[in-house]
């Protein structure tokens, strides 16, 4: 069975610093990849997702991930914290049997710092 | 276009009530899905529907049942609600295409608390 890892349930930067946001997949097969984003009180949104192709993934608000096969890694990175990127953070795979079935990790709540 | 819609927002129920949870989506989406988010567990697929008319378990769909009568409408039932049912509740959907590589949409959710 599929299964996804996220370092650090919370992960504390300061305003304008790097955001790194670490996601292991457990899969026989490159699955299919996801980040999503979690507002307080609001449902998931897509944030990026890697299917095939380009490794480096740009999505939304100045997010981007990498996906590594031979680390079994897809972080998510950002170069500079915003205060409104305040949210949890879920690393999702789906692997490509047809089910459309997403395994989601446990999630990172970032706090930005002033 | 309102997405995904879920109702009601919040529920309170006591030990042994039942009640259905309805999720909406007019996005004309294939798949639909049922999910429970627990502090620390991230998200749990409880059922979910590749079709109207079609309902599959997922990971921890013991005291929960389904129906997708209608392809926009999915419905989620507790018969008789434990307090291990208190969660926050979202239903998801996605259109078809390359198996399992389309973006879920995801409604706001139901918090509901068992007594």
């Known amino acids: 069975a599929q299964s996804v890892t996220q370092l650090g349930s919370h992960v504390s930067v300061s305003e304008g610093a790097l955001v790194l946001l670490r996601c292991n997949y457990s899969s026989s097969v490159p699955p299919y990849l996801f980040w999503y984003v979690q507002y307080p009180n609001q449902g998931l949104q897509l944030l990026l997702k890697?299917?095939?192709?380009?490794?480096l993934v740009k999505g939304i608000n100045g997010f981007e991930a990498e996906f590594k096969k031979s680390e079994t890694s897809f972080h998510l990175t950002k170069p500079s914290a915003h205060m409104s990127d305040a949210a949890e953070y879920f690393c999702?795979?789906?692997?490509?049997?047809?089910?459309?079935?997403?395994?989601f990790g446990k999630g990172t709540k970032l706090t930005v710092n002033p | 276009n309102a997405g995904v819609t879920q109702t009601p927002k919040f529920r309170v129920l006591k030990t042994g009530q039942s009640m259905t949870l309805l999720c909406a989506q007019d996005?004309?989406?294939?798949?639909m899905y049922w999910y429970r988010q627990d502090p620390g567990m991230g998200l749990r697929l409880i059922h979910y529907s590749v079709g109207e008319g079609t309902t599959a378990k997922g990971e921890v769909p013991d005291g929960y049942n389904v129906s997708r009568l209608k392809k926009q409408n999915f419905l989620l039932g507790l018969e008789s609600a434990a307090p291990s049912q208190t969660s926050v509740y979202f239903c998801?959907?996605?259109?078809?295409?390359?198996?399992?590589?389309?973006?879920?949409?995801f409604g706001p959710g139901t918090r509901l608390t068992v007594l």
């Open positions: 996005m004309n989406h294939e798949y």
């Open positions: 890697y299917t095939t192709g380009a490794t």
């Open positions: 999702a795979v789906s692997d490509r049997s047809g089910s459309e079935k997403l395994v």
């Open positions: 998801a959907s996605s259109s078809t295409g390359s198996a399992g590589s389309n973006e879920q949409f």
